[in-house]
Protein backbone atom coordinates (compact mmCIF):
# COMPACT_ATOMS: atom_id res chain seq x y z
CA UNK A 1 0.00 0.00 0.00
CA UNK A 2 3.15 2.28 0.98
CA UNK A 3 4.52 1.82 -2.32
CA UNK A 4 1.17 2.43 -4.26
CA UNK A 5 0.63 5.93 -2.43
CA UNK A 6 4.14 6.58 -3.24
CA UNK A 7 3.83 6.03 -6.79
CA UNK A 8 0.69 8.03 -7.06
CA UNK A 9 2.17 10.95 -5.32
CA UNK A 10 5.38 11.08 -7.88
CA UNK A 11 2.65 11.15 -10.51
CA UNK A 12 0.24 13.73 -9.13
CA UNK A 13 3.29 15.70 -8.92
CA UNK A 14 4.69 15.48 -12.30
CA UNK A 15 1.56 16.40 -13.55
CA UNK A 16 1.21 19.26 -11.03
CA UNK A 17 4.92 20.45 -12.25
CA UNK A 18 3.73 20.29 -16.09
CA UNK A 19 -0.10 22.52 -14.79
CA UNK A 20 2.42 24.67 -13.09
CA UNK A 21 4.83 25.19 -16.19
CA UNK A 22 2.28 25.64 -18.90
CA UNK A 23 1.08 28.96 -18.21
CA UNK A 24 2.33 31.25 -21.37
CA UNK A 25 -0.41 32.71 -22.71
CA UNK A 26 -1.67 31.84 -25.99
CA UNK A 27 -5.32 32.11 -27.81
CA UNK A 28 -6.57 30.86 -31.40
CA UNK A 29 -6.96 32.67 -34.40
CA UNK A 30 -9.65 32.56 -37.62
CA UNK A 31 -9.75 34.10 -40.68
CA UNK A 32 -13.81 34.16 -41.94
CA UNK A 33 -14.48 34.96 -45.82
CA UNK A 34 -18.51 34.44 -46.64
CA UNK A 35 -20.53 35.37 -49.37
CA UNK A 36 -24.60 35.98 -48.36
CA UNK A 37 -27.59 35.83 -50.49
CA UNK A 38 -30.34 37.19 -49.07
CA UNK A 39 -34.15 36.69 -50.19
CA UNK A 40 -36.21 39.80 -48.05
CA UNK A 41 -39.29 37.68 -49.86
CA UNK A 42 -38.83 34.55 -47.62
CA UNK A 43 -36.46 35.77 -45.16
CA UNK A 44 -33.90 33.23 -45.67
CA UNK A 45 -30.41 33.39 -47.01
CA UNK A 46 -27.93 31.02 -48.35
CA UNK A 47 -24.01 31.04 -47.20
CA UNK A 48 -21.28 29.85 -48.12
CA UNK A 49 -17.74 30.29 -45.70
CA UNK A 50 -13.68 30.03 -46.03
CA UNK A 51 -12.62 29.31 -42.86
CA UNK A 52 -8.96 29.18 -41.97
CA UNK A 53 -8.21 28.27 -38.12
CA UNK A 54 -4.88 28.51 -36.79
CA UNK A 55 -4.37 26.11 -33.96
CA UNK A 56 -2.28 28.37 -31.41
CA UNK A 57 -2.40 25.67 -28.58
CA UNK A 58 -0.11 23.69 -27.64
CA UNK A 59 -2.60 20.71 -28.05
CA UNK A 60 -3.56 18.54 -30.81
CA UNK A 61 -7.21 19.11 -32.13
CA UNK A 62 -9.35 16.17 -33.33
CA UNK A 63 -12.95 17.82 -33.57
CA UNK A 64 -14.15 21.63 -33.71
CA UNK A 65 -17.39 23.18 -32.60
CA UNK A 66 -19.68 25.46 -34.33
CA UNK A 67 -22.26 28.02 -32.98
CA UNK A 68 -25.52 27.74 -34.63
CA UNK A 69 -27.31 30.44 -32.55
CA UNK A 70 -30.47 30.85 -35.11
CA UNK A 71 -31.34 27.04 -34.06
CA UNK A 72 -32.09 28.36 -30.75
CA UNK A 73 -35.37 30.46 -32.26
CA UNK A 74 -37.14 26.77 -32.57
CA UNK A 75 -40.08 25.22 -30.14
CA UNK A 76 -38.10 22.99 -27.98
CA UNK A 77 -35.25 24.61 -28.26
CA UNK A 78 -33.11 24.94 -24.78
CA UNK A 79 -33.97 28.92 -25.32
CA UNK A 80 -37.65 27.54 -25.22
CA UNK A 81 -37.55 25.41 -22.43
CA UNK A 82 -35.34 27.55 -20.01
CA UNK A 83 -37.83 30.92 -20.42
CA UNK A 84 -40.68 28.97 -19.74
CA UNK A 85 -39.24 27.00 -16.75
CA UNK A 86 -37.60 30.04 -15.31
CA UNK A 87 -39.23 31.75 -12.37
CA UNK A 88 -39.08 35.03 -14.11
CA UNK A 89 -39.07 35.22 -17.93
CA UNK A 90 -37.59 37.77 -19.92
CA UNK A 91 -41.14 39.11 -21.26
CA UNK A 92 -39.07 39.61 -24.87
CA UNK A 93 -39.09 35.64 -25.11
CA UNK A 94 -41.88 34.22 -22.56
CA UNK A 95 -43.60 31.31 -24.37
CA UNK A 96 -42.96 32.88 -28.01
CA UNK A 97 -40.69 30.67 -29.02
CA UNK A 98 -42.91 27.82 -28.51
CA UNK A 99 -45.74 29.68 -31.01
CA UNK A 100 -43.34 30.46 -34.07
CA UNK A 101 -44.98 28.58 -37.12
CA UNK A 102 -42.38 26.70 -39.61
CA UNK A 103 -42.22 30.30 -41.96
CA UNK A 104 -41.19 32.15 -38.35
CA UNK A 105 -38.55 30.11 -36.84
CA UNK A 106 -34.85 30.31 -36.99
CA UNK A 107 -32.22 28.40 -38.24
CA UNK A 108 -28.99 27.28 -40.10
CA UNK A 109 -28.36 24.23 -41.87
CA UNK A 110 -25.06 23.34 -42.52
CA UNK A 111 -25.36 21.45 -45.97
CA UNK A 112 -21.66 20.72 -46.93
CA UNK A 113 -18.65 20.77 -44.58
CA UNK A 114 -14.84 19.97 -46.21
CA UNK A 115 -11.58 20.23 -44.21
CA UNK A 116 -8.86 20.57 -46.44
CA UNK A 117 -11.00 19.81 -49.35
CA UNK A 118 -12.43 16.58 -47.65
CA UNK A 119 -15.68 15.96 -46.08
CA UNK A 120 -15.56 15.39 -42.50
CA UNK A 121 -18.10 13.89 -40.13
CA UNK A 122 -20.46 16.62 -38.31
CA UNK A 123 -23.95 16.66 -36.30
CA UNK A 124 -26.53 19.64 -35.58
CA UNK A 125 -26.94 19.41 -31.60
CA UNK A 126 -29.73 22.55 -30.90
CA UNK A 127 -27.67 25.74 -31.22
CA UNK A 128 -23.89 23.30 -31.52
CA UNK A 129 -22.61 22.01 -34.50
CA UNK A 130 -20.34 19.08 -33.38
CA UNK A 131 -17.25 17.93 -35.68
CA UNK A 132 -15.17 15.21 -36.01
CA UNK A 133 -12.02 15.90 -37.82
CA UNK A 134 -10.56 13.49 -40.18
CA UNK A 135 -7.31 15.29 -40.09
CA UNK A 136 -5.83 16.55 -36.65
CA UNK A 137 -4.74 19.96 -36.40
CA UNK A 138 -1.68 19.89 -34.58
CA UNK A 139 -0.17 22.65 -32.14
CA UNK A 140 1.15 25.60 -34.78
CA UNK A 141 -1.23 24.06 -38.08
CA UNK A 142 -3.43 25.68 -39.71
CA UNK A 143 -6.98 24.10 -41.52
CA UNK A 144 -9.49 25.53 -43.83
CA UNK A 145 -13.20 24.62 -43.58
CA UNK A 146 -15.59 25.28 -46.34
CA UNK A 147 -19.20 25.27 -45.36
CA UNK A 148 -22.30 26.26 -47.00
CA UNK A 149 -25.61 26.36 -45.72
CA UNK A 150 -29.47 27.31 -45.42
CA UNK A 151 -30.85 29.88 -43.24
CA UNK A 152 -34.01 31.59 -42.09
CA UNK A 153 -34.31 34.86 -40.17
CA UNK A 154 -36.53 34.13 -36.96
CA UNK A 155 -38.94 36.55 -36.37
CA UNK A 156 -37.52 38.96 -34.12
CA UNK A 157 -37.20 37.82 -30.34
CA UNK A 158 -34.29 37.98 -28.72
CA UNK A 159 -31.57 39.96 -30.16
CA UNK A 160 -31.70 38.52 -33.41
CA UNK A 161 -34.18 38.50 -36.12
CA UNK A 162 -36.40 40.15 -38.66
CA UNK A 163 -39.10 42.98 -38.10
CA UNK A 164 -38.68 44.14 -34.77
CA UNK A 165 -41.15 46.28 -32.94
CA UNK A 166 -40.07 49.48 -34.54
CA UNK A 167 -39.91 47.73 -37.40
CA UNK A 168 -36.91 47.47 -38.28
CA UNK A 169 -36.38 44.77 -41.06
CA UNK A 170 -33.12 42.99 -40.50
CA UNK A 171 -31.05 42.37 -37.10
CA UNK A 172 -28.22 39.69 -38.10
CA UNK A 173 -26.80 39.13 -35.09
CA UNK A 174 -25.26 35.55 -34.36
CA UNK A 175 -26.45 35.17 -37.93
CA UNK A 176 -23.71 32.75 -39.21
CA UNK A 177 -21.78 29.17 -38.55
CA UNK A 178 -18.77 30.62 -35.70
CA UNK A 179 -16.52 28.33 -34.65
CA UNK A 180 -16.31 27.85 -31.02
CA UNK A 181 -13.64 29.39 -28.56
CA UNK A 182 -10.79 26.59 -27.66
CA UNK A 183 -8.34 27.88 -24.52
CA UNK A 184 -6.58 27.09 -21.66
CA UNK A 185 -9.87 25.60 -20.13
CA UNK A 186 -10.86 23.57 -23.43
CA UNK A 187 -13.40 23.76 -25.69
CA UNK A 188 -16.06 26.62 -25.24
CA UNK A 189 -19.28 24.75 -27.24
CA UNK A 190 -21.94 26.55 -24.70
CA UNK A 191 -25.44 26.04 -26.40
CA UNK A 192 -27.25 29.03 -26.64
CA UNK A 193 -30.09 29.37 -23.67
CA UNK A 194 -30.24 33.11 -23.10
CA UNK A 195 -27.28 34.66 -22.50
CA UNK A 196 -23.92 36.15 -23.09
CA UNK A 197 -21.37 35.15 -26.22
CA UNK A 198 -17.54 34.09 -26.50
CA UNK A 199 -15.62 34.40 -29.69
CA UNK A 200 -12.43 33.70 -31.21
CA UNK A 201 -9.96 36.49 -32.53
CA UNK A 202 -9.73 37.13 -36.07
CA UNK A 203 -10.12 38.65 -39.54
CA UNK A 204 -13.65 39.21 -41.93
CA UNK A 205 -14.64 39.67 -45.15
CA UNK A 206 -17.79 39.27 -45.79
CA UNK A 207 -19.85 39.59 -49.11
CA UNK A 208 -23.68 40.27 -49.06
CA UNK A 209 -26.22 40.44 -51.70
CA UNK A 210 -29.72 41.63 -50.55
CA UNK A 211 -32.56 43.80 -52.13
CA UNK A 212 -31.31 47.28 -53.83
CA UNK A 213 -33.43 49.13 -51.70
CA UNK A 214 -31.89 48.09 -48.33
CA UNK A 215 -29.41 50.24 -46.90
CA UNK A 216 -26.56 48.21 -44.85
CA UNK A 217 -24.69 49.02 -41.53
CA UNK A 218 -22.90 47.24 -38.85
CA UNK A 219 -19.27 45.54 -38.45
CA UNK A 220 -16.43 46.53 -40.45
CA UNK A 221 -15.37 48.85 -43.47
CA UNK A 222 -17.32 49.08 -46.69
CA UNK A 223 -14.43 48.38 -49.45
CA UNK A 224 -16.32 50.39 -52.13
CA UNK A 225 -20.03 51.91 -53.13
CA UNK A 226 -22.44 48.42 -53.61
CA UNK A 227 -22.52 47.63 -56.97
CA UNK A 228 -26.38 46.39 -58.30
CA UNK A 229 -27.36 43.48 -60.21
CA UNK A 230 -30.76 43.10 -61.37
CA UNK A 231 -32.47 43.99 -58.52
CA UNK A 232 -30.37 43.57 -55.72
CA UNK A 233 -26.85 45.33 -54.26
CA UNK A 234 -24.02 43.41 -52.97
CA UNK A 235 -22.11 45.03 -50.68
CA UNK A 236 -18.42 43.97 -49.57
CA UNK A 237 -17.01 44.44 -45.62
CA UNK A 238 -13.99 43.64 -44.01
CA UNK A 239 -13.15 44.12 -40.56
CA UNK A 240 -9.70 43.14 -38.86
CA UNK A 241 -9.36 41.78 -35.57
CA UNK A 242 -12.51 41.28 -34.37
CA UNK A 243 -14.31 38.46 -32.75
CA UNK A 244 -17.72 38.89 -34.38
CA UNK A 245 -19.36 39.94 -37.14
CA UNK A 246 -23.28 41.71 -36.88
CA UNK A 247 -24.69 43.40 -39.69
CA UNK A 248 -28.86 45.08 -39.90
CA UNK A 249 -30.73 46.17 -43.06
CA UNK A 250 -33.69 48.30 -43.51
CA UNK A 251 -35.29 50.41 -47.05
CA UNK A 252 -36.01 52.88 -44.93
CA UNK A 253 -32.85 53.86 -42.79
CA UNK A 254 -31.32 57.01 -42.61
CA UNK A 255 -27.68 56.68 -42.64
CA UNK A 256 -25.89 59.89 -40.84
CA UNK A 257 -21.93 60.44 -40.36
CA UNK A 258 -20.53 62.23 -37.56
CA UNK A 259 -16.93 63.20 -36.91
CA UNK A 260 -15.72 60.94 -33.83
CA UNK A 261 -12.64 61.74 -31.94
CA UNK A 262 -8.98 60.80 -33.52
CA UNK A 263 -9.91 60.33 -36.75
CA UNK A 264 -12.64 57.86 -36.29
CA UNK A 265 -16.13 58.45 -38.57
CA UNK A 266 -19.47 57.64 -36.07
CA UNK A 267 -22.47 56.09 -38.15
CA UNK A 268 -25.95 56.24 -37.12
CA UNK A 269 -28.86 54.43 -39.06
CA UNK A 270 -32.22 54.81 -37.83
CA UNK A 271 -35.40 54.73 -39.31
CA UNK A 272 -37.35 57.79 -41.46
CA UNK A 273 -39.31 58.06 -38.50
CA UNK A 274 -40.18 62.03 -37.66
CA UNK A 275 -40.50 61.46 -34.36
CA UNK A 276 -37.10 60.29 -33.29
CA UNK A 277 -35.54 62.10 -35.85
CA UNK A 278 -34.38 65.18 -33.66
CA UNK A 279 -32.97 62.56 -30.94
CA UNK A 280 -31.01 60.63 -33.38
CA UNK A 281 -29.61 64.20 -34.27
CA UNK A 282 -28.88 65.31 -31.07
CA UNK A 283 -26.98 62.20 -30.02
CA UNK A 284 -24.52 62.15 -32.26
CA UNK A 285 -22.53 65.23 -30.54
CA UNK A 286 -23.08 63.22 -27.57
CA UNK A 287 -22.11 59.79 -28.76
CA UNK A 288 -18.36 61.72 -30.04
CA UNK A 289 -18.53 62.55 -26.25
CA UNK A 290 -18.67 59.29 -24.87
CA UNK A 291 -15.89 57.96 -27.03
CA UNK A 292 -13.51 60.63 -25.84
CA UNK A 293 -14.36 60.05 -22.24
CA UNK A 294 -13.33 56.16 -22.93
CA UNK A 295 -10.79 56.69 -24.95
CA UNK A 296 -9.34 59.00 -21.89
CA UNK A 297 -9.99 56.79 -19.27
CA UNK A 298 -9.21 53.42 -20.54
CA UNK A 299 -7.86 53.63 -23.73
CA UNK A 300 -7.88 54.35 -27.43
CA UNK A 301 -10.91 52.86 -30.07
CA UNK A 302 -8.32 51.02 -32.21
CA UNK A 303 -11.19 50.68 -35.69
CA UNK A 304 -11.91 53.36 -38.26
CA UNK A 305 -15.85 53.61 -37.63
CA UNK A 306 -18.42 52.78 -35.25
CA UNK A 307 -22.30 52.45 -35.95
CA UNK A 308 -25.11 53.55 -33.54
CA UNK A 309 -28.09 51.09 -35.60
CA UNK A 310 -31.56 51.24 -34.40
CA UNK A 311 -32.57 47.53 -34.73
CA UNK A 312 -32.93 44.62 -31.84
CA UNK A 313 -35.21 44.68 -28.53
CA UNK A 314 -33.21 46.95 -26.71
CA UNK A 315 -29.60 47.12 -26.69
CA UNK A 316 -26.47 44.48 -27.32
CA UNK A 317 -22.72 45.38 -28.35
CA UNK A 318 -21.17 43.94 -31.60
CA UNK A 319 -17.63 44.41 -32.69
CA UNK A 320 -17.46 48.30 -34.22
CA UNK A 321 -21.11 48.63 -33.42
CA UNK A 322 -24.38 48.41 -30.91
CA UNK A 323 -28.22 47.63 -32.08
CA UNK A 324 -30.59 49.74 -29.71
CA UNK A 325 -34.58 50.45 -29.71
CA UNK A 326 -35.02 53.82 -30.91
CA UNK A 327 -38.14 55.19 -29.74
CA UNK A 328 -36.77 56.30 -26.60
CA UNK A 329 -36.31 59.95 -24.35
CA UNK A 330 -33.88 61.76 -25.41
CA UNK A 331 -31.60 60.73 -21.85
CA UNK A 332 -32.42 56.95 -22.39
CA UNK A 333 -31.19 57.17 -25.60
CA UNK A 334 -27.97 58.90 -24.75
CA UNK A 335 -28.07 56.43 -21.59
CA UNK A 336 -28.10 52.86 -23.96
CA UNK A 337 -25.50 54.02 -26.47
CA UNK A 338 -23.25 55.34 -23.47
CA UNK A 339 -23.81 51.52 -22.08
CA UNK A 340 -23.33 49.93 -25.16
CA UNK A 341 -20.78 51.67 -26.44
CA UNK A 342 -18.86 50.73 -23.22
CA UNK A 343 -18.77 47.00 -24.22
CA UNK A 344 -16.23 48.00 -27.11
CA UNK A 345 -14.00 48.37 -24.55
CA UNK A 346 -15.53 45.92 -22.15
CA UNK A 347 -15.82 42.73 -24.49
CA UNK A 348 -14.95 43.42 -27.69
CA UNK A 349 -11.57 44.43 -26.84
CA UNK A 350 -11.22 43.13 -22.83
CA UNK A 351 -12.69 40.25 -24.85
CA UNK A 352 -13.54 37.73 -21.29
CA UNK A 353 -15.81 34.76 -21.38
CA UNK A 354 -18.72 36.61 -20.63
CA UNK A 355 -20.34 32.91 -20.01
CA UNK A 356 -17.86 32.70 -17.00
CA UNK A 357 -17.27 36.10 -16.22
CA UNK A 358 -20.11 38.11 -17.25
CA UNK A 359 -19.60 40.65 -14.41
CA UNK A 360 -16.66 41.73 -15.87
CA UNK A 361 -18.59 42.49 -18.79
CA UNK A 362 -21.76 43.84 -17.40
CA UNK A 363 -20.53 45.19 -14.28
CA UNK A 364 -17.18 47.06 -15.64
CA UNK A 365 -19.18 48.58 -18.62
CA UNK A 366 -22.16 49.44 -16.47
CA UNK A 367 -19.90 51.23 -14.38
CA UNK A 368 -17.50 53.13 -16.50
CA UNK A 369 -21.21 53.58 -18.32
CA UNK A 370 -22.51 55.37 -15.38
CA UNK A 371 -19.18 57.78 -15.06
CA UNK A 372 -19.74 59.04 -18.39
CA UNK A 373 -23.13 59.76 -18.36
CA UNK A 374 -22.43 61.61 -15.73
CA UNK A 375 -20.31 63.92 -17.33
CA UNK A 376 -21.62 64.14 -20.68
CA UNK A 377 -25.52 64.87 -19.28
CA UNK A 378 -23.92 66.92 -16.67
CA UNK A 379 -25.69 64.97 -14.06
CA UNK A 380 -23.30 65.96 -11.41
CA UNK A 381 -24.02 62.66 -9.19
CA UNK A 382 -21.00 62.35 -6.25
CA UNK A 383 -21.39 58.76 -6.79
CA UNK A 384 -22.12 57.77 -10.84
CA UNK A 385 -22.85 54.34 -8.98
CA UNK A 386 -24.75 54.56 -6.17
CA UNK A 387 -27.61 52.98 -7.86
CA UNK A 388 -25.78 49.58 -8.82
CA UNK A 389 -24.91 49.45 -4.59
CA UNK A 390 -28.34 50.10 -4.12
CA UNK A 391 -29.77 47.12 -6.00
CA UNK A 392 -26.88 44.92 -5.04
CA UNK A 393 -28.56 45.39 -1.49
CA UNK A 394 -31.89 44.91 -2.32
CA UNK A 395 -30.45 41.28 -3.73
CA UNK A 396 -28.67 40.52 -0.77
CA UNK A 397 -31.50 41.36 1.34
CA UNK A 398 -33.85 39.44 -0.72
CA UNK A 399 -31.68 36.30 0.03
CA UNK A 400 -31.60 35.54 -3.66
CA UNK A 401 -28.01 35.77 -4.12
CA UNK A 402 -25.30 33.50 -5.87
CA UNK A 403 -21.43 34.03 -6.48
CA UNK A 404 -20.55 36.10 -9.50
CA UNK A 405 -18.32 32.92 -10.52
CA UNK A 406 -22.22 31.33 -11.50
CA UNK A 407 -22.44 30.50 -15.64
CA UNK A 408 -24.53 33.63 -16.58
CA UNK A 409 -27.29 30.44 -17.64
CA UNK A 410 -27.09 29.08 -14.27
CA UNK A 411 -28.63 31.64 -12.14
CA UNK A 412 -31.91 31.19 -10.66
CA UNK A 413 -33.47 33.56 -11.83
CA UNK A 414 -33.22 36.57 -14.35
CA UNK A 415 -33.18 38.83 -11.96
CA UNK A 416 -30.70 37.58 -9.71
CA UNK A 417 -28.20 37.46 -12.96
CA UNK A 418 -28.74 40.79 -13.71
CA UNK A 419 -28.13 42.61 -10.46
CA UNK A 420 -25.24 40.29 -10.00
CA UNK A 421 -23.87 40.69 -13.29
CA UNK A 422 -24.44 44.45 -13.60
CA UNK A 423 -24.49 46.31 -10.12
CA UNK A 424 -22.76 43.89 -8.25
CA UNK A 425 -19.89 43.80 -11.52
CA UNK A 426 -20.00 47.66 -11.07
CA UNK A 427 -19.89 47.76 -7.46
CA UNK A 428 -16.48 45.94 -7.78
CA UNK A 429 -14.71 48.38 -9.39
CA UNK A 430 -16.09 51.27 -7.34
CA UNK A 431 -15.32 49.55 -4.29
CA UNK A 432 -11.69 48.81 -5.35
CA UNK A 433 -11.10 52.29 -5.72
CA UNK A 434 -12.32 52.48 -1.87
CA UNK A 435 -9.59 49.88 -1.17
CA UNK A 436 -6.53 50.77 -3.11
CA UNK A 437 -7.62 54.57 -4.47
CA UNK A 438 -9.20 56.60 -6.51
CA UNK A 439 -6.00 57.28 -8.14
CA UNK A 440 -5.12 53.33 -8.37
CA UNK A 441 -8.09 52.62 -10.13
CA UNK A 442 -7.95 55.06 -12.97
CA UNK A 443 -4.24 53.72 -13.31
CA UNK A 444 -5.38 49.94 -13.36
CA UNK A 445 -7.97 50.63 -15.60
CA UNK A 446 -5.74 52.08 -18.09
CA UNK A 447 -2.71 49.83 -17.73
CA UNK A 448 -5.22 46.92 -17.99
CA UNK A 449 -6.37 47.67 -21.15
CA UNK A 450 -2.45 48.10 -21.91
CA UNK A 451 -1.79 44.71 -21.29
CA UNK A 452 -5.29 42.75 -22.31
CA UNK A 453 -6.58 44.53 -25.48
CA UNK A 454 -7.26 42.24 -27.97
CA UNK A 455 -7.20 39.08 -25.62
CA UNK A 456 -9.60 37.32 -23.61
CA UNK A 457 -8.34 38.29 -20.09
CA UNK A 458 -9.56 36.35 -16.70
CA UNK A 459 -10.36 38.00 -13.13
CA UNK A 460 -7.30 37.26 -12.05
CA UNK A 461 -5.41 38.90 -15.22
CA UNK A 462 -7.73 42.05 -14.18
CA UNK A 463 -6.81 41.16 -10.04
CA UNK A 464 -3.05 41.37 -10.89
CA UNK A 465 -2.84 44.52 -12.92
CA UNK A 466 -4.17 45.88 -9.59
CA UNK A 467 -1.81 44.47 -7.37
CA UNK A 468 1.08 45.67 -9.54
CA UNK A 469 -0.50 49.14 -9.95
CA UNK A 470 -1.28 49.67 -6.39
CA UNK A 471 1.67 47.47 -4.28
CA UNK A 472 -0.99 45.32 -2.46
CA UNK A 473 -2.71 41.65 -2.33
CA UNK A 474 -5.48 41.83 -3.54
CA UNK A 475 -6.27 38.02 -3.74
CA UNK A 476 -9.07 38.55 -1.15
CA UNK A 477 -10.74 40.63 -2.83
CA UNK A 478 -10.84 38.77 -5.80
CA UNK A 479 -12.47 35.71 -3.75
CA UNK A 480 -14.52 37.27 -1.34
CA UNK A 481 -16.50 39.57 -3.58
CA UNK A 482 -16.63 37.11 -6.48
CA UNK A 483 -16.91 33.56 -5.55
CA UNK A 484 -18.36 33.93 -2.52
CA UNK A 485 -21.88 36.10 -1.25
CA UNK A 486 -20.12 36.94 1.95
CA UNK A 487 -21.21 40.44 2.52
CA UNK A 488 -19.81 43.14 4.38
CA UNK A 489 -20.94 44.56 7.89
CA UNK A 490 -18.68 46.54 10.14
CA UNK A 491 -20.01 48.11 12.95
CA UNK A 492 -19.13 50.90 15.82
CA UNK A 493 -19.28 48.63 18.92
CA UNK A 494 -18.74 51.19 21.97
CA UNK A 495 -17.31 54.66 22.34
CA UNK A 496 -16.27 55.18 26.19
CA UNK A 497 -15.03 58.32 27.37
CA UNK A 498 -11.95 57.39 29.78
CA UNK A 499 -9.95 59.86 31.96
CA UNK A 500 -7.10 58.94 29.09
CA UNK A 501 -9.56 60.17 26.01
CA UNK A 502 -12.10 58.08 24.04
CA UNK A 503 -11.95 54.48 23.93
CA UNK A 504 -13.37 53.15 20.42
CA UNK A 505 -13.97 49.26 19.25
CA UNK A 506 -15.50 48.51 16.22
CA UNK A 507 -16.29 45.36 14.98
CA UNK A 508 -16.80 42.94 11.90
CA UNK A 509 -19.86 41.75 11.75
CA UNK A 510 -20.19 40.20 8.00
CA UNK A 511 -17.46 37.59 6.63
CA UNK A 512 -16.00 39.32 4.06
CA UNK A 513 -12.70 41.51 5.32
CA UNK A 514 -12.20 45.26 4.40
CA UNK A 515 -9.86 48.31 5.26
CA UNK A 516 -11.47 51.00 7.41
CA UNK A 517 -11.69 54.70 6.76
CA UNK A 518 -13.17 56.08 9.75
CA UNK A 519 -14.23 59.62 10.02
CA UNK A 520 -14.47 61.50 13.30
CA UNK A 521 -15.55 64.82 13.86
CA UNK A 522 -14.87 66.66 17.20
CA UNK A 523 -16.94 69.07 19.26
CA UNK A 524 -14.71 72.28 18.43
CA UNK A 525 -15.71 71.60 14.87
CA UNK A 526 -12.62 69.87 13.44
CA UNK A 527 -12.04 66.66 11.51
CA UNK A 528 -9.93 63.64 11.58
CA UNK A 529 -10.03 60.25 9.97
CA UNK A 530 -8.55 57.54 11.48
CA UNK A 531 -7.30 54.57 8.41
CA UNK A 532 -6.95 50.79 9.86
CA UNK A 533 -5.28 48.57 7.51
CA UNK A 534 -6.24 44.89 6.37
CA UNK A 535 -3.68 43.33 7.42
CA UNK A 536 -3.90 40.58 4.42
CA UNK A 537 -3.57 43.59 1.79
CA UNK A 538 0.13 43.97 3.18
CA UNK A 539 -0.27 47.62 2.48
CA UNK A 540 -1.39 51.01 2.84
CA UNK A 541 -3.67 53.29 0.87
CA UNK A 542 -3.25 57.11 0.23
CA UNK A 543 -5.17 59.57 2.20
CA UNK A 544 -8.46 60.29 -0.33
CA UNK A 545 -8.74 63.62 1.28
CA UNK A 546 -5.61 64.95 1.40
CA UNK A 547 -6.39 68.30 3.35
CA UNK A 548 -7.59 66.77 6.18
CA UNK A 549 -5.57 65.02 8.95
CA UNK A 550 -5.51 60.88 8.53
CA UNK A 551 -3.64 59.08 11.33
CA UNK A 552 -2.82 55.80 10.41
CA UNK A 553 -3.29 52.89 13.16
CA UNK A 554 -1.95 49.31 13.04
CA UNK A 555 -3.50 46.77 10.97
CA UNK A 556 -6.44 44.93 11.42
CA UNK A 557 -6.30 41.04 10.78
CA UNK A 558 -9.29 39.37 9.60
CA UNK A 559 -9.89 37.06 12.31
CA UNK A 560 -10.71 39.31 14.51
CA UNK A 561 -13.92 40.51 15.45
CA UNK A 562 -12.93 43.57 16.70
CA UNK A 563 -10.30 46.33 16.54
CA UNK A 564 -9.99 48.78 19.61
CA UNK A 565 -7.90 52.08 19.88
CA UNK A 566 -7.72 54.89 21.55
CA UNK A 567 -8.47 59.25 20.56
CA UNK A 568 -6.06 60.67 23.22
CA UNK A 569 -7.70 63.69 26.01
CA UNK A 570 -7.39 66.60 24.26
CA UNK A 571 -11.03 66.64 22.48
CA UNK A 572 -14.20 65.38 22.84
CA UNK A 573 -15.91 63.03 19.95
CA UNK A 574 -18.77 64.52 18.97
CA UNK A 575 -19.80 62.24 16.05
CA UNK A 576 -18.08 59.13 13.88
CA UNK A 577 -18.89 57.05 10.84
CA UNK A 578 -17.45 54.34 8.94
CA UNK A 579 -16.95 55.20 5.16
CA UNK A 580 -18.05 58.65 4.86
CA UNK A 581 -17.75 57.87 1.07
CA UNK A 582 -20.08 54.85 0.94
CA UNK A 583 -17.95 53.27 -1.61
CA UNK A 584 -17.70 50.52 0.79
CA UNK A 585 -20.69 48.17 0.15
CA UNK A 586 -21.65 47.55 3.73
CA UNK A 587 -24.91 45.81 3.99
CA UNK A 588 -25.69 47.38 7.11
CA UNK A 589 -24.97 50.78 7.67
CA UNK A 590 -26.85 51.89 10.59
CA UNK A 591 -24.38 50.68 13.12
CA UNK A 592 -21.54 52.81 10.96
CA UNK A 593 -22.49 56.27 12.55
CA UNK A 594 -22.24 57.69 16.48
CA UNK A 595 -23.14 60.58 17.53
CA UNK A 596 -22.66 61.65 21.42
CA UNK A 597 -25.83 63.71 21.33
Not at 25 to 51: A, N, P
Request: aromatic letters at 14%; proline letters at 6%; a negative charge.
Amino acid sequence: MRNILLMIWAILSITEGMAQNNTSYWQQHVDYKMSIDMDVDTWQYKGKQELIYTNNSPETLDKVFYHLYFNAFQPGSEMDARSQSIADPDPRVGDRISKLSPSEIGYIKPTKLLQNGAPVTYKVVGTVLEVTLQTPIASGEKSTFTMEWDAQVPIQIRRSGRNNEEGVALSMTQWYPKLAEYDFQGWHADPYIGREFHGVWGNFDVTLSIDKAYVVGGTGYLLEQPTTKKNKKTWHFTAPNVHDFTWAADPDYIHDEYPGPNGVTLNFYYKNNPEIKENWKNLQPKTAELMAYFNEHIGPYPYKQYSVIQGGDGGMEYAMCTLITGNRKFESLVGVTAHEMAHTWFQFLLATNELLHEWMDEGFTSYISSLAENVVLEENKPNPVSRSYLTYYYLVNAGNEQPLSTHADRYNTNQSYGISAYSKGAVCLAQLGYVIGKEHLEKTMKEYFKAWAFKHPTPNDFIRVAEKVSGFELDWYLQDWTQTTNTIDYGIKNVVENENGTSITLERIGLMPMPIDLYVTYEDGSQESFYIPLRMMRGTKDNPYPNLKRTVLSDWAWSYPTFSFEIPKGKKVKDMMIDASQLMADVNPKNNTYSSE
